[in-house]
Structures are given as C-alpha cells and as structure tokens.
C-alpha cells in the first residue's frame, strides 16, 4: 500500500472518530446531555487531536522520502538521505538504516562501509544495532575475510537480542564457510542446530551441514548426519507444516540479511519438509 494511501485512510478513521466525539451526541442526546458527556470524554477528544495533529506534521515533513521510496528512485533516495545524514548530521536510526538498506539496492557495498565508518564515530550504537546489515554488505562486496573480522568481532562483544546475535552467529559460520574454514563453519552451525531458538536459524544451519559440509569434511559425516537430523525434527516440532516455515520467513522478508538468503531459505523448506507445502 502506498504511504499517500496510508496517511488518507488515517485521516478519514481519526476524523470520523473525532466526528463521532463531537457531533453524535448532540445529534442523538440533546445539548444537555452532550455537555456533560463532553466534560468527561475531552481528554480522548484532546489525545485524538494531539494525534491527528503529529501524523500530518510528520507526514508532509517526510513527504519527499515517502515519494521517493514510492517511486523507487533509488540513486535520488540515496542522494537525499546522504544530505540528511551527511550534510545536515541527523544521524538517526531510521535514516541511516534506510540509508545502508538504499545501498545495498544499489550495490554499492562500499558506500555502507563507509556510511558505518562515519556512523561509528557519531553513534557507535547504530552501527551495532545495524550489525546485519553492514556485516552482510561486506559478504555482497566479496569481502569475505572482511565479513569473518566483522561477525566475529560482534560476536566477541555479546551485547546484542538473542534474535540478533542468532543470526550474527548464523552469519559467522556462513562466512567462515565462504572464507573455506569448514571446520569453524561447523562448529557454529552444529552450535546452532542444538541451541538457536529461531526455527530459520536452525533450520539453516542444519540444511547446510547435510548439504555442504558433510561433502567437504567427509571424516564428519556420521556427526553432520546426525545433527542435521535434530535440526530438522527441532524445527518441524515448532514448525510443523511447511506453511507455517514460510510465515516465518515471511516476517523478516523486507530485511537485507534475510533478503540475501532467500533462495537457501526455500532450500532449507525442500529439505526440511520434502514436497510439502
């Protein structure tokens, strides 16, 4: 749905809520009744007003970001956000994540590097918050010993929501995968078949040790087998049909992590539940 779409349905349900507020009660009770009604409701009427108020305000502040980003003008949107951030220093959350995100569509790996260098001397806390992002931007620019450095590094820290590091975990053995060090990519992956508690995640991981490294470490295969048999049953016990996999994956969809695994994330699914759908 488009945002111009989004904001003029808001409008019409607060409007008519406020409507409702207002003109109702005259209509239906008296003028007596409404009075009485109206000392006691304002602050709704009040919250409803104060909202409406911040939605417009917000909107046609941000209405060139909205356009472009329906329009799907990217190199304008990358332009336009690296004046907020760059020239103007807001460096906040939302735009220096659109930024990376604008990035990436673009391909231009080097151009989040370097967002996450400037970022990382303003607010350190963006770029960990945005770990994913800059992590997977180094895999996409071949800059696979890079990519290790970096999820290792993350990992070292520990401050991250378990969903996150999960998935910086998961990162780190793909990595090390790519950068040909199978035996560390085992270890993490058959680490997280036992113990992640995001299904996609161990699902992953145990697709990719029956699939990859059960071939390259052959003297391993009896345990890869083995674990990845765990992994398989630990996630159709909290994902018990192929369908419900898919509303998981559905979920982090828009996410340039997730965006980057989508075909191995449909693998893992054929694996994981055979034809079913």
Not at 72 to 84: C, F
Request: aromatic share 14%.
């Amino acid at each position: 749905m488009k945002f111009k779409s989004v904001f003029i349905i808001c409008n019409i349900i607060l409007f008519s809520l406020l409507g409702i507020l207002c003109l109702i009660p005259v209509l239906i009770a008296g003028i007596d009744v409404t009075l009485s009604f109206w000392r006691v409701s304002w602050p709704l009427g009040l919250a409803l007003a104060v909202f409406l108020t911040a939605l417009e305000v917000f909107y046609f502040s941000h209405y060139r970001l909205f356009n472009l980003i329906e329009r799907e003008d990217w190199p304008a949107l990358a332009q336009y956000l690296e004046n907020r951030v760059f020239q103007q220093g807001h460096y906040r959350p939302y735009l220096v994540r659109l930024l990376a995100n604008t990035y990436l569509v673009l391909s231009d790996s080097a151009a989040v590097i370097s967002l996450e260098n400037k970022t990382v001397t303003v607010k350190p806390a963006l770029v960990e918050a945005n770990a994913l992002i800059f992590g997977t931007a180094r895999i996409l620019g071949k800059d696979i010993p890079g990519a290790v450095d970096f999820f290792f590094g993350r990992l070292a820290a520990g401050a991250y929501r378990r969903e996150q590091a999960q998935w910086l975990r998961w990162y780190y053995g793909f990595s090390l995968l790519l950068d040909r060090q199978f035996a560390l990519a085992a270890d993490q992956f058959m680490l997280l078949v036992k113990n992640a508690d995001d299904a996609l995640v161990a699902g992953l991981s145990a697709f990719f040790l029956q699939d990859v490294l059960r071939r390259v470490l052959p003297e391993r295969m009896p345990e890869f087998n083995a674990a990845a048999q765990e992994g398989q049953n630990r996630v159709r016990k909290f994902l018990p049909a192929r369908d419900n996999w898919n509303k998981e994956a559905a979920k982090i969809e828009t996410e340039i992590y997730a965006a980057v695994q989508e075909k191995n994330l449909g693998n893992a699914a054929q694996w994981i539940y055979g034809g079913s759908a």
